[in-house]
T-cell receptor, first 114, second 115 residues
C-alpha cells in the first residue's frame, strides 16, 4: 500500500457523534486525498490537500472537514456523523499534480453509522 | 459533466481466455489514463497507466488508448482465476490544481475468471 496506513480500519458509531479518520504516509508525498466508495457510485473525492495546511473541497465535501498539520498526516473529520456517511473511506497519495499524476491508495476504513 | 463510463459487468471469461475491459470518457482534454484492480474488500491497486495513443504492454496486461474515440481498454491475456476482481478506469481531468482534484473514476467492471 505504498507506505500508507489508515486508522481505524473499522469503526461503528452512532448518528450525531464526531468521527476522525487518520491517514499516515511515509513516502513524503505532497498530495493527499480522501475518497469514499459506495456501491453504484464508485470512488468519489471528498477533500484533498496540496501541502501542509493547504486543502480544498472535492465532489462530495458536505459534512466533512479535513486538516493537515504535517506532511505525513491527513485527517478526515465527520463533525456529526449521519447514516448516509456509512461507507468505505480511502486515502490516496501522489507526488505530482501534472498530467502523469499517479495516485496510490491506502488500505481503507470501513465506517458504519447506526 | 465530465464522466468516465464502464460496463458494470460481471464479465465472465474462462481461464486462459482474453478478458477485454472497456472505458469511455467525456472530457477531450484528458491526457492520462489509469487502470486499477480492486479485489473484494481491498483497496484499489494501480496496474497500468497510459498517456499516448496506441498500445502499452506489461506482462499479461495491455492497455489501449484511442483519444479520437475517447476510449481506453485493458486486455488481460491468459486470464487466471486470480484476476477475478473489479477493474477501475481512471482519467486525469486535465484541470491541474483545480478545485475538484484531478482523477475521475469509473464505477468499475467486475471480472470473473472461471477455472
Amino acid at each position: 500500500d505504498a507506505g500508507i496506513t489508515q486508522s481505524p480500519r473499522h469503526k461503528v458509531t452512532e448518528t450525531g457523534t464526531p468521527v476522525t479518520l487518520r491517514c499516515h504516509q511515509t513516502e513524503n508525498h505532497r498530495y493527499m486525498y480522501w475518497y469514499r466508495q459506495d456501491p453504484g457510485h464508485g470512488l468519489r473525492l471528498i477533500h484533498y490537500s496540496y501541502g501542509v495546511k493547504d486543502t480544498d473541497k472535492g465532489e462530495v465535501s458536505d459534512g466533512y472537514s479535513v486538516s493537515r498539520s504535517k506532511t505525513e498526516d491527513f485527517l478526515l473529520t465527520l463533525e456529526s456523523a449521519t447514516s448516509s456517511q456509512t461507507s468505505v473511506y480511502f486515502c490516496a497519495i501522489s507526488d505530482n499534480l501534472g498530467a502523469q499524476e499517479t495516485q496510490y491508495f491506502g488500505p481503507g476504513t470501513r465506517l458504519l453509522v447506526l | 459533466q465530465k464522466e468516465v463510463e464502464q460496463n458494470s459487468g460481471p464479465l465472465s471469461v474462462p481461464e486462459g481466455a482474453i478478458a477485454s475491459l472497456n472505458c469511455t470518457y467525456s472530457d477531450r482534454v484528458s491526457q492520462s489514463f489509469f487502470w486499477y484492480r480492486q479485489y473484494s474488500g481491498k483497496s484499489p491497486e494501480l496496474i497500468m497507466s497510459i498517456y499516448s495513443n496506441g498500445d502499452k504492454e506489461d506482462g499479461r496486461f495491455t492497455a489501449q488508448l484511442n483519444k479520437a474515440s475517447q476510449y481506453v481498454s485493458l486486455l488481460i491475456r491468459d486470464s487466471q482465476p486470480s484476476d477475478s476482481a473489479t477493474y477501475l478506469c481512471a482519467v486525469n481531468r486535465g484541470n491541474y490544481g483545480g478545485s475538484q482534484g484531478n482523477l475521475i473514476f469509473g464505477k468499475g467492471t467486475k471480472l470473473s475468471v472461471k477455472p
